[in-house]
């Protein structure tokens, strides 16, 4: 089942924004990095963005990088993905993501605990 609930998707029209949420409230485990993944039809799943435990790094994707912005809020166990400037080809269901190891930050194959996904479609 779940431990991590995504929210915040929708359709937006191209230059729009929106911001989404990744609760881990419900994972009974420690966690250390943090990451939003996309799936655009088709094409195979890809990391967007990632956050350490601290904060102090994270990581974007070039085709995101200045639009999208990542951070997390620790007492509400929360993660947010603020995108702005929205384009057609960032459509796709976007998942979160935590490591239960500390494998590193640019680990994306170790990411193991995963949300349900949200649909983000842009379109005008």
């Known amino acids: 089942q779940e431990q991590l609930v995504e929210s915040g998707g929708g359709l937006v029209q191209p230059g729009g924004s929106l911001r989404l949420s990744c609760d881990a409230s419900?994972?009974?485990?420690?966690?250390?990095?943090r990451a939003w993944f996309r799936q655009a039809p088709g094409k195979e799943r890809e990391a967007v963005s990632a956050?350490?435990?601290?904060?102090?790094?994270?990581y974007y994707a070039d085709s995101v990088k200045g639009r999208f912005t990542i951070s997390k809020d620790d007492a509400k166990n929360t993660m947010y993905l603020q995108m702005n400037s929205l384009k057609t080809e960032d459509t796709g269901v976007y998942y979160c993501?935590?490591?239960?190891?500390?494998?590193?930050?640019?680990?994306?194959?170790?990411?193991?605990?995963w949300g349900q996904g949200t649909q983000v479609t842009v379109s005008s």
């Open positions: 956050i350490t435990t601290t904060g102090r790094n994270t």
């Open positions: 419900k994972l009974t485990q420690n966690y250390y990095s």
């Open positions: 993501a935590v490591q239960t190891w500390p494998y590193g930050l640019l680990a994306f194959d170790a990411y193991d605990h």
